[in-house]
Nanobody
């Protein structure tokens, strides 16, 4: 069974930084993708960044380009989202998602989410 557990959310002032972690288990294939999404109040879920087990990355959202970075530690089965220069509009619940199908956007496995609140 695939399990994804996010951590690292919290409250921060605008301009600050946070690093989210996604601990994955049960992903046994040779290749898979893990992505970060977010859902802001009153808005649809938005894809942010994706990384494959082999280290390839994809940016889904121009709004975070240059500010957010995705990385992974395969030995720890953990994917990170480094968020810098945070803005109040980054306030959202952040989710990680995983799928063995590379290039898919409709991820099959989801974590429970972690809240990020950015105050002005």
């Amino acid at each position: 069974e695939v399990q994804l557990v996010e951590s690292g959310g919290g409250s921060v002032q605008a301009g600050g930084s946070l690093r989210l972690s996604c601990a994955a288990s049960g992903l046994n294939g040779d290749e898979y993708a893990i992505a970060w999404f977010r859902r802001a109040p009153g808005k649809e879920r938005e894809g942010l960044l994706c990384i494959t087990r082999s280290g390839g990355t994809t940016n889904y959202a121009d709004a975070v380009k240059g500010r957010f970075t995705i990385s992974s530690d395969n030995a720890k089965n953990t994917v990170y989202l480094q968020m810098n220069s945070l803005k109040p509009e980054d306030t959202a619940v952040y989710y990680c998602a995983a799928d063995p199908r590379l290039g898919a956007y409709d991820y099959n496995y989801w974590g429970q989410g972690t809240q990020v609140t950015v105050s002005s």
